[in-house]
Nanobody
């Protein structure tokens, strides 16, 4: 199993920045991809960004391209999401997720096997 714990959420003004972290533990060596999702009240959970752990290939939702950057540390045990130029519509609970198989649909929740508990980001 893989355990994921997010941190770094909070309240920020429009135009501000936040960096989310996700610490992974357990059997992380066999995970192919990790991603960030978000869910606003009354809306479905949506993919924000993902990274292939060993190639470093990244993918982004159109709504965050040029503003958000996904990255990982050299040990590949911590995932980051740098969020710049934040907008009120970025307000949501942000979740970290890990996928064991390498699947093409990075922005679908069914791709991922493990999830963190989420961290609230409020832009206001």
């Amino acid at each position: 199993h893989v355990q994921l714990v997010e941190s770094g959420g909070g309240l920020v003004q429009p135009g501000g920045s936040l960096r989310l972290s996700c610490t992974a533990s357990g059997y992380t060596y066999n995970t192919c991809s990790m991603g960030w999702f978000r869910q606003a009240p009354g809306k479905e959970r949506e993919g924000v960004a993902a990274i292939r752990r060993y190639s470093g290939t990244t993918s982004y939702a159109d709504s965050v391209k040029g503003r958000f950057t996904i990255s990982q540390d050299n040990a590949k045990t911590t995932l980051y999401l740098q969020m710049n130029s934040l907008k009120p519509e970025d307000t949501a609970v942000y979740y970290c997720a890990a996928s064991i198989p390498c699947l093409p649909n990075w922005n679908e929740t069914r791709t991922y096997n493990y999830w963190g508990q989420g961290t609230q980001v409020t832009v206001s």
